[in-house]
């Protein structure tokens, strides 16, 4: 693990800072969204702002970032996964595609299908986004979250599956690729969930929205990770967060 370390710090380091930073905004933004009730709570447990984005930063950077990426690292490179970041020109063509259906899912698709349906999606898209959001987006989603699901969670999976039903295989199959794939992107839609939970209530329609659109594009951003390595998959999630912000500032 240390010649792995050693021999990928540069990239350690990237997320370790870009998780610091995006984790900070994240704090910074995040209680603007969150329900009068759960605002009390935080008030009554002496929660301030600062210390919400100070948390965040410890968190995204050194927990999801530097540890996750680190193990994550070491399990992609014993599964075939790791691919350093290099320009590749079979992967530009993807890459922009499922970034430009990611962004307009996010703005405007998510407000024109689903904000009939809930007054709290509407109201989400009343507000143009600040810096601190669209920087949370860019670093703490594209990046981050990377990280923690395609990076480290489905090679995990990889791994796990490939060992319990594939020992006799030489290499690993398709089928355990997409297997993983799929199961990261629930977990992944699953993960949104407790945050718009503090937000609002959980209805039918909300769950079926994330399963929607964070499980499909988990599939499309797992799809990158898997052909192309972990960097175009960042890519396409953080220029989605960010030309959604880019389109809600220009059109709200």
Request: proline share 3%; glycine share 10%.
């Amino acid at each position: 693990m240390k010649d792995h370390i050693k021999n990928n710090w540069k990239f350690l380091l990237f997320v370790l800072g870009t998780g610091l930073i995006g984790g900070y905004c994240t704090g910074l933004y995040i209680p603007e969204m969150y329900s009068q009730e759960m605002l009390m709570q935080l008030q009554e447990q002496g929660m301030t702002t600062e210390m919400l984005a100070l948390s965040g930063a410890v968190q995204y950077g050194i927990l999801y970032g530097a540890i996750l990426g680190a193990i994550g690292l070491v399990i992609s490179k014993k599964v075939g996964l790791w691919k350093e970041f290099r320009f590749d020109k079979n992967a530009v063509v993807p890459t922009a595609i499922i970034t430009i259906i990611a962004a307009l899912c996010l703005f405007p698709g998510d407000k024109l299908i689903f904000g009939s349906f809930s007054s709290w999606v509407n109201d989400v898209y009343k507000v143009s986004p600040g810096l601190p959001k669209i920087i949370a987006g860019l670093l703490a989603g594209g990046v981050i979250e990377e990280v923690m699901m395609r990076l480290f969670f489905m090679s995990l999976l990889v791994l796990i599956i490939s060992k319990l039903f594939c020992k006799n295989e030489k290499e690993i199959s398709v089928r355990v690729l997409a297997a993983a794939n799929i199961i990261s992107a629930l977990l992944f839609a699953a993960g949104h969930l407790p945050g718009t939970m503090a937000m609002t209530t959980l209805t039918p329609v909300l769950l079926f929205r994330c399963f929607l659109f964070n499980g499909g594009l988990g599939l499309c951003f797992g799809y990158l990770y898997r052909k192309y390595g972990i960097g175009y998959a960042m890519i396409a999630h953080g220029f989605a967060h960010l030309i959604s912000d880019l389109l809600m500032i220009m059109f709200l």
